[in-house]
């Protein structure tokens, strides 16, 4: 995929997100102007868009958007439960045209059909706002008369007005009348037929094109424009419009840059070559390019470049600005209020600022050492240099924590990024269900790590539909049960130390545990004496086991055969865990504690087969020593009792397939570990220190290596491998 | 009448000059094509008067008061 379609994607998406919480807060205070003009902006930022990357279906539907918005924002037409629908379809529609542009590289072939059905519905029970306005992409006098004056960058609306021959006899003045009209900006005109000599000069006949640009709305003009509405074409102006005649300019500037290059090799090629984009650029942009094959001609006859680079220049009038000024303006409706990407990340300058000062700290530090290393080439006394050394190395240590600190923080993103597409989720799978649910939202500024937070999405949606469906009561039985009939959804974030904690709870039916022992027997999923020994509170832990599922219906929403399984081995692979707490009747809470950052792994060093592994430190529960006689041996495996407790116990070198130590000694050391619930021991030869790594995930021949999450240098050079224990275990 | 012609042949516009004074103005610069034409006491004009200028290109003098003559309309008619 090309970089200007995959930011158009990025844009697009972020507008799609912005445009929806703006609906849904509207739908809730009608009234509030800013979001109404905030959705507004939205929706034409896309739809110019989707003209730069010439997608016409996306900007019909969004102009026909646009239209119903703008005269919800003239206060014609009331803000409806249908309008604030239609809006949120047409957004759906156009997420997954971004969705199959993102897979293909290509709009998708059925696009005006689906554009055409949603652009009915506006028009069918909305505004009429056909009149003159031209609801299709810019016609081809637009272009030209937009390129002539690049400095009317505030205009809205174009139009070209052609009156007919005989109108002067009517009475009209047509240059009167589009004086009359505030706004103007830019006027041009020209004759519409090549004007006679004068003694054939017929002044009753009018010959002329009248073009204009304006400040004012294409509604506003097409009101004063209806007297001769017949003669005139009015287009509302996007982005897109400059933006065109800017990369037009652009190329056509680079053509006469070639023709001018002062080389004699390939002087006709070169020359031909240019013409032919130069001519491909101008009818593109509607303008006529009749001089362009004469001024060729005679350059290549004379040898001389330059009536061909004179053809082109006087197009290319005004191109003070380039095509980059065009991408910086800002929109004419107003500025986006994006305040951060998904992919591209928008970095505080406050933060790049702390990592420049640490790296001038560093460098102290580099010298430092290098005196130090003089001093030792001097003689110095050993215990001298030793205490220089290791203040260095407290100076360097600290540094380099706050370096990865500051790194670190960089790559955060508000949870908000995941949170807020939520509200929308929510409604729709309330009104689907036939239940009634308020979500309240909070901790949405609670940061975590870009990874972490694009990764919650999935997880996070399970979750909130398993509430819904399974957790939340229908109405009725919650009158019934003498709740208030709209249950609340809580999705909540908050920091608690180096963890961000992400909650959601509902205030439903709760989760029982007879239900949960029951289903679990059935299905096999435990036994029924195992069972029997596990309390209330534990036995709730069994909806993350694989296979389980207490629905008893299958509905739209969930029981799609991805359990709450899934949700914990996500969570579990980002370094987290997720832990249940219900209460029949009062309802159920689920909550992801997740690391801050996944960049920062604690590892503790273990040894097997002569070699040196990291374990990620989070998985570890303790590190044990036992004689070899405690171990029993079931078939080919091993285990040992802990604290009452059957734990397998799984050789580490044998896991990787590395040899055993030929003579095993009597005293086993082994590491347990807790992964997804299951708790295992991993015989290791050796412990060793614990270590705060960065990670760099393993690439190239090695990305396919099971069990090994990463690989960091330990201080002496070697290389550590740090283990996946889940992949391992599995 | 607001077309005359002064006695160095130059043609004055004067006040508001209508859809009659075009053909006026077309025939006194189709007999004197060197004439220049004054415009600055023009007050508004008719867009047929503003079409035989357009299509003469006659040396212009002087500025109209009226903001639509003088910048939208001066410019592409130019001063000469």
Known sequence: M??????????????????????????????????????????????????????????????????????????????????????????????????????????????????????????????????????????????????????????????????????????????????????????????????????????FACNLVIEGLWSEGANGLADRLRPVSDQVQIHALQRLDWALSARARAILQAQVALVRQSSDEGFAGRLCSAARVAATVLSHAGLPGDGLAEALARSLDDSDPEPLARALTPLLEGTADSASDHDTDADPAGPSTLDATARALRVDVEKIDAIIKLTGELTVVKNAVGYAARLALDGEDIKVLAQTLKDQHALLERLTMELQRSVVAIRVLPLRHVFQRFSRLVREMTASLGKSARLIVGGENTEADKAVVEALFEPLLHVVRNALDHGVETPEARASAGK??????????????????????????????????????????????????????????????????????????????????????????????????????????????????????????????????????????ETLQMSRDDISTIGAAEAFVLRSRTVPLISLARSLGLPDAPDRPPLVKAVVTAVGGQMSALEVDGFGERLDVMLKPMDGLLAGMDGVAGTTLLGDGRVLIVLDLQELLQ | MTVTTAEDATIRLEGVCTLEDAETLARRLSETPEASVDWSDCEQAHTAVIQVLLAARPQMIGAPRDNFLREQVGRLIGPG
């Open chain 1, 2 to 203: 090309n970089e200007f379609l995959e930011q158009f994607l990025i844009e697009c998406r972020e507008l799609v997100e912005q445009a929806t919480g703006d609906l849904l807060a509207l739908e809730q205070t009608p009234d509030d102007r800013e979001r109404l003009d905030s959705a507004f902006r939205a929706f034409h930022t896309l739809k110019g868009a989707a003209g730069i990357v010439e997608f016409p279906a996306m900007g019909r539907l969004l102009h026909a958007a646009e239209d119903v918005l703008s005269s919800v924002r003239a206060g014609d037409h009331p803000v409806t439960v249908d309008f604030i629908s239609h809006c949120l379809n047409s957004l759906d529609q156009v997420v997954q045209w971004l969705d199959a542009m993102e897979a293909t590289g290509d709009a998708p072939a059925d696009a005006d059909a689906a554009a055409d059905r949603l652009i009915a519905r506006f028009t069918a029970g909305a505004v009429d706002l056909a009149g003159p306005v031209q609801p299709e992409g810019p016609p081809s006098w637009v272009a030209p008369l937009v390129g002539a004056f690049p400095d009317a960058k505030a205009a809205r609306t174009a139009v070209c007005y052609r009156p007919d021959a005989a109108c002067f006899f009517r009475g009209e003045d047509p240059l009167a009348l589009v004086a009359r009209i505030p706004g103007l900006l830019a006027l041009r005109l020209r004759p519409a037929a090549a004007w006679p000599s004068l003694e054939d000069f017929d002044p």
């Open chain 1, 484 to 621: 208030p009939q709209t249950a609340v959804l809580r999705i909540s974030g908050f920091r608690e130390g180096e963890r961000v904690i992400v909650e959601v709870a509902d205030d439903g039916g709760g989760i029982d545990p007879v239900v949960i022992r029951r289903v679990a027997a059935e299905r096999g999923v435990m036994t029924a004496e195992t069972l029997a020994g596990v309390s209330d509170d534990d036995v709730l832990e069994l909806i993350f086991a694989p296979g389980f599922s207490t629905a008893t219906t299958v509905t739209d929403l969930s029981g799609r055969g991805v359990g709450m399984d899934a949700v914990r081995s996500t969570i579990e692979r980002l370094g987290g865990r997720v832990l249940v707490r219900s209460r029949k009747g009062e309802g159920t809470t689920i909550r992801f504690v997740l690391p801050f950052t996944v960049m920062m792994t604690r590892v503790m060093i273990v040894e097997a087969a002569g070699q040196v592994f990291g374990v990620p430190f989070e998985a570890i529960v």
